[in-house]
């Protein structure tokens, strides 16, 4: 992975998380164990996958990571992307830079499949097949 795109992820942990998410740290026990799971919440092209191994491994405590889909996968409402285990303040702490990355790139993705859905259509509502004429 690029360094500029390890870079940036940093940056987000860090403007969203920085020293820890104290809400976490009062509520649940450091050894605590849990699961998660991340679920398309509508019709998308998938984009942004390649960066949950990266989040996760910068905060450690993960022991699972399961991505079920690769980037360009189209997906329907209610589809898992992916299933994550290990420490709950790590899981909790991680959730909403992962989900800013994967909405945001899976959003992009989306239109731009759209778009080029809708030129594949005008081009064929407007070409007509070439015919080569004799002189």
């Known amino acids: 992975m690029p360094s500029k795109i390890v870079d940036i992820v940093r940056q987000a942990l860090e403007e969203d998380i ?6 976490s740290q009062a509520c649940i026990p450091e050894n605590r ?3 998660g799971h991340f679920l398309a919440r509508e019709t998308v092209v998938l984009a942004g996958t390649e960066l949950l ?6 905060r ?3 022991t699972l990571l399961e991505i079920l889909h690769k980037d360009g996968d189209h997906l329907l409402e ?3 992307i992916a299933n994550v285990t290990g420490r709950a303040r790590t899981l909790l702490e ?3 830079v992962a989900l ?3 909405q945001r790139l899976s959003g992009v993705a989306t239109l731009a499949n759209q778009f080029s859905a809708l030129v594949k259509e005008r081009i064929a509502e407007y ?3 070439a015919r080569l004429r004799q002189a």
Do not use: W
């Open 127 to 129: 070409s007509t097949p």
């Open 78 to 80: 209610g589809d898992r």
């Open 94 to 96: 991680c959730e909403r």
């Open 18 to 23: 920085g020293t820890g998410d104290i809400t």
């Open 33 to 35: 164990q849990a699961a």
């Open 60 to 62: 450690g405590g993960v």
């Open 53 to 58: 191994p990266i989040i996760y491994e910068m």
């Open 100 to 102: 800013n990355f994967l």
